[in-house]
């Protein structure tokens, strides 16, 4: 079964064409999507700020399997306390997480706080657990 008989060629085009204003990562990759933009609101952090929608981005990379488990056990749980969740696609060695408030297709004060926590906790985990043998 094709994509388009599950989700209609409407949809589809919808989904992924250019008017959307959300297009997902890997498509997103593939498409070519221009390099990302700082965010002067983040101070130097890694994360950058990314259009249609405008959404904040950053990758965090691991050494060891078990610090990226660690981090990603970390992350869950903020965000069922925060009640606030961001994308997190798991690649390899890396960890790409996108936040962004869609009720108003933006960044928000919210998604500042969530990707400064996020910041913290990396900086927790490997501090804590990098240098456990």
Same mark, same amino acid.
């Given at each position: 079964? %094709? &994509?388009?008989?599950?989700?209609?060629? @409407?949809?589809? %085009?919808?989904?992924?064409?250019?008017? =959307?204003?959300?297009?997902? /990562? #890997?498509?997103?990759? !593939?498409?070519?999507?221009?390099?990302p933009e700082?965010? /002067?609101? #983040? %101070?130097?952090?890694?994360? =950058?700020?990314?259009?249609? /929608? =405008?959404?904040?981005?950053?990758?965090? $990379?691991?050494? $060891?399997?078990?610090?990226? @488990? @660690?981090?990603? +056990?970390?992350? #869950?749980? !903020?965000?069922?306390?925060?009640?606030?969740?961001?994308?997190? &696609?798991?690649? =390899? $060695?890396?960890?790409?997480?996108?936040?962004? +408030?869609?009720?108003?297709?933006?960044? +928000?004060? &919210? $998604? @500042?706080? *969530?990707?400064?926590? #996020?910041?913290?906790? *990396?900086?927790?985990v490997?501090? +804590? *657990?990098?240098?456990?043998?």
């Open positions: 079964m %094709k &994509l388009n008989e599950i989700f209609g060629v @409407r949809s589809m %085009k919808e989904s992924f064409g250019r008017g =959307n204003s959300y297009v997902p /990562p #890997l498509i997103r990759e !593939f498409a070519g999507e221009p390099e700082e965010d /002067p609101g #983040l %101070k130097g952090d890694e994360w =950058n700020m990314l259009h249609d /929608p =405008n959404r904040l981005v950053r990758q965090f $990379d691991f050494d $060891d399997a078990s610090i990226m @488990r @660690r981090f990603v +056990t970390e992350v #869950l749980s !903020f965000q069922e306390d925060a009640n606030h969740h961001g994308s997190l &696609l798991i690649e =390899n $060695d890396s960890i790409r997480v996108e936040v962004w +408030t869609h009720d108003v297709n933006d960044v +928000t004060e &919210l $998604d @500042r706080e *969530y990707a400064a926590e #996020l910041s913290d906790i *990396y900086g927790d490997m501090g +804590t *657990y990098s240098n456990v043998g």
